[in-house]
C-alpha cells in the first residue's frame, strides 16, 4: 500500500544535465500534478495531467517536460537543469481533475543544481 | 495568478486556539483547502470548503466568506503534533490549484 512514491528522495546534479524525476501512484487516480516548493513562495504548480495520454501547463512550466504514458506513472524531466531548478518537488494525485478534488502528495524529491 | 494572503508565522501555547487566516483575490473562484505539512514532509489534506460557513472536523474547523475574499483556520485544543505549516489553497476559473506561502504555527508548552 505506497499510495504515490517519488524517485530519488535526493539528488545533486551538475547543471546543463538531463533529469528526470520519477512519481508512480497506485490509486488509480485520474489526475497528477508536479509542484515546487521554494521558500517563502510556497507550491506552484508545474505541470499536470487531467487523465493518461494528456498533459497541461501550470504556473512554472518554463524548463519542464511531462509525460502520461499511462495511469500511474508521471514523470517530470529536467531537459538541461540550472540552479534555479533548486527547490523540492512535490508529485501529486486526485481521483477526479479539476482541482476540486483532494489531493494526495509524494513524499518528495530534493534537488540541487550547482 | 492568484493573490493569497496569510500570516507568515504564529505561535500558540499548548491547549490553546489559534485561527489563521487566509485572504484572497482570485479571478473566479471553485474552492478553497486547507492542508498541513510538517517540517520535511509531504502536504496532506485538512478541508475543503465551497460554499459559505463554517465546516468542523474534530479539533479543526474551517470559515469562508466567499463576498470577503476571506477563509480562516481554527484548531482549538492546541497539541505539540500541530507545530506544522498550514497552506490555504484555491482553485480560481482555471481550476488549476493555487497555493499560499503558508502559514508556521509553533506550539510551545
Known amino acids: 500500500i505506497a499510495g504515490i512514491t517519488q524517485a530519488p528522495t535526493s539528488q545533486i546534479l551538475a547543471a546543463g544535465r538531463r533529469m528526470t524525476l520519477r512519481c508512480t501512484q497506485d490509486?488509480?487516480?485520474?489526475?497528477m500534478y508536479w509542484y515546487r516548493q521554494d521558500l517563502g513562495l510556497g507550491l506552484r504548480l508545474i505541470h499536470y495531467?487531467?487523465?493518461?495520454?494528456?498533459?497541461g501547463k501550470g504556473e512554472v512550466p518554463d524548463g519542464y517536460s511531462v509525460s502520461r504514458a499511462n495511469t500511474d506513472d508521471f514523470p517530470l524531466t529536467l531537459a538541461s537543469a540550472v540552479p534555479s531548478q533548486t527547490s523540492v518537488y512535490f508529485c501529486?494525485?486526485?481521483?477526479?481533475?479539476?482541482?476540486?478534488?483532494?489531493?494526495?502528495f509524494g513524499p518528495g524529491t530534493r534537488l540541487t543544481v550547482l | 495568478g492568484q493573490n493569497i494572503d496569510q500570516p507568515t508565522e504564529m505561535t500558540a501555547t499548548e491547549g490553546a486556539i489559534v485561527q489563521i487566516n487566509c485572504t484572497y483575490q482570485?479571478?473566479?473562484?471553485?474552492?478553497l483547502f486547507w492542508y498541513q505539512q510538517h517540517a520535511g514532509e509531504a502536504p496532506t489534506f485538512l478541508s475543503y470548503?465551497?460554499?459559505?460557513g463554517l465546516e468542523e472536523k474534530g479539533r479543526f474547523s474551517s470559515f469562508l466568506s466567499r463576498s470577503k475574499g476571506y477563509s480562516y483556520l481554527l484548531l482549538k485544543e492546541l497539541q505539540m503534533k500541530d507545530s506544522a505549516s498550514y497552506l490555504c489553497?484555491?482553485?480560481?476559473?482555471?481550476?488549476?490549484?493555487?497555493f499560499g506561502a503558508g502559514t508556521t504555527v509553533t506550539v510551545r508548552a
Open positions: 489553497a484555491l482553485i480560481p476559473n482555471d481550476y488549476k490549484l493555487s
Open positions: 495531467s487531467n487523465t493518461a495520454g494528456t498533459t
Open positions: 501529486a494525485s486526485s481521483a477526479v481533475a479539476g482541482g476540486v478534488d483532494e489531493q494526495f
Open positions: 490509486m488509480r487516480h485520474n489526475a
Open positions: 470548503n465551497v460554499l459559505d
Open positions: 482570485t479571478s473566479g473562484f471553485n474552492g
